[in-house]
């Protein structure tokens, strides 16, 4: 092949190269690129005005950042072949490309029954059809199937560099310094055993750091009250328009592939059959339907759409105890004689719901500690730890929306 390198000026860190032809056949494809119209955080800008950047700057400093855990591992010498880090950087690249629009908040109410990893592998085996077969190493790497699991750990894992980069990215273009981590330490201090993923016992604060970090961002930033707010409203629009199709109304979304999706009927079983179309969607056939629909006839999917296109976001509490039912009948009467509407519609101005997030989880999730004895050590069980038991269970907080 021939020699090609390229640099990318990247905000968080600098010049990110690609210095491989198969990379930029990657990343030069209409599959990868179509990642600059879908937003890292949805509706976050709508709280923190600077995190507008997208899937495609998140997976580039991925990329980036896996280089660097390979050439570190390569640097302690830990065996990895050109074959395997060039998989590993693909598997990286591509890791994210099955997210739909809005990513995470969309998930399951445009294509039921389907995760964005199984769109992702879809996306990869297309892929590898078309560059005649030279990602089956970044599939078996995704999939956990090749021999050296630290590959996929680094790709998938408690302390893998995708959290690694979103941590970081999220943390600098919201300006919330909480998020900061010190991912290059970390990096210097990851070390392979028995063909696991570990870390030297000299980063065990770094990590510690790390754990709290997402822990703070999820709480003020992912699951910023306003955030669920502005989210909710989404899926309440899309489940509005869905259910005004089944009843035979007339509502259109501004391109044929949303509308496709939007006219589905239960969980989809053959999601390779419509890859093409869901590649042709982004934020953009989302928000300009929900631009076109805030003057819809139905005065709930117009008033929801509306709201969001205005930042009239419903109200939202967050708060230990699930919220008072009293509370919740007299929001619903108020909403129905504002708007005019019945009692099943308020429901889409007036609901509640529970967010969670676990800091740490060691019944499915480990960092293990590498001591220079050769012991190892599962990081909640390390002598004066921070991350204990008492950070592994999974903080619930009942969310209350409610037309203002």
């Known amino acids: 092949m021939t020699a090609v390198r390229k640099i990318i000026n990247d905000p968080v860190y600098g010049f990110i190269t690609i210095d491989h032809p198969l990379l930029l056949s990657v990343i030069s494809h209409p599959v990868y690129q179509r990642l600059r119209n879908i937003h890292q955080m949805a509706f976050a800008h709508l709280v923190y005005p600077g995190a507008v950047h997208s899937r495609l700057h998140h997976s580039l400093g991925a990329y980036h950042l896996m280089g ?4 570190e591992l390569k640097s302690k010498g830990v065996p990895i072949t050109p074959e395997e880090e060039l998989g590993a950087k693909i598997a990286i690249l591509l890791h994210d490309a099955g997210h739909g629009p809005f990513s995470h908040a969309l998930e399951q109410e445009l294509i039921p029954g389907v995760h964005h990893e199984q769109i992702s592998l879809l996306l990869m085996e ?11 190493t970044a599939i078996s790497i ?8 630290f590959l996929h750990q680094l790709v998938s894992g408690q302390l893998d560099v995708d959290r690694m980069d979103y941590l970081n990215r999220d943390s600098f273009f919201t300006g919330v310094a909480e998020g900061v981590i010190g991912y290059d330490r970390i990096i210097k201090m990851l070390t392979v055993k028995d063909g696991q993923l570990m870390v030297e016992e ?19 930033v992912y699951l910023h009250k306003t955030v669920v707010s502005a989210e909710q409203m989404l899926i309440r629009i899309i489940r509005r328009a869905k259910e005004l199709i089944s009843q035979g109304k007339e509502i259109k979304a501004v391109s044929p592939d949303l509308d496709f999706f939007l006219r589905l009927h239960g969980p989809v079983t053959d999601m390779e059959a419509h890859t093409d179309r869901f590649c042709r969607l982004d934020d953009h056939d989302v928000m300009a339907t929900i631009k076109q629909w805030s003057t819809a006839a139905d005065p709930v999917l117009a008033a929801l759409c509306r709201f969001l296109v205005e ?5 939202v509490k967050l708060q230990a105890e699930a919220p008072d039912p009293g509370l919740l009948a007299q929001k619903k009467k108020e909403v129905r004689e504002r708007l005019g509407i019945g009692e099943a519609e308020a429901g889409y101005f007036v609901f509640t719901g529970v967010a969670s997030n676990t800091t740490y989880n060691p019944a499915d999730e480990r960092i293990q500690i590498l001591f220079k004895d ?3 050590r599962d990081i909640s069980t390390v002598d004066n730890a921070l991350i204990q038991q008492n950070l592994s269970d999974t903080v619930k907080k009942h969310y209350f929306c409610f037309a203002g």
Do not use: C, D
């Open 126 to 136: 297309k892929l590898n059809r078309e560059m005649n077969g030279q990602l089956e």
């Open 68 to 71: 660097m855990a390979l050439g």
């Open 374 to 376: 050769g012991r190892i």
């Open 142 to 149: 995704f999939t956990n199937r090749h021999p050296k699991a």
């Open 311 to 315: 930042r009239k976001l419903l109200k």
């Open 202 to 220: 000299k980063a065990i604060y770094s990590i510690e750091k790390f754990l709290v970090s997402r822990r703070l961002m999820y709480w003020q």
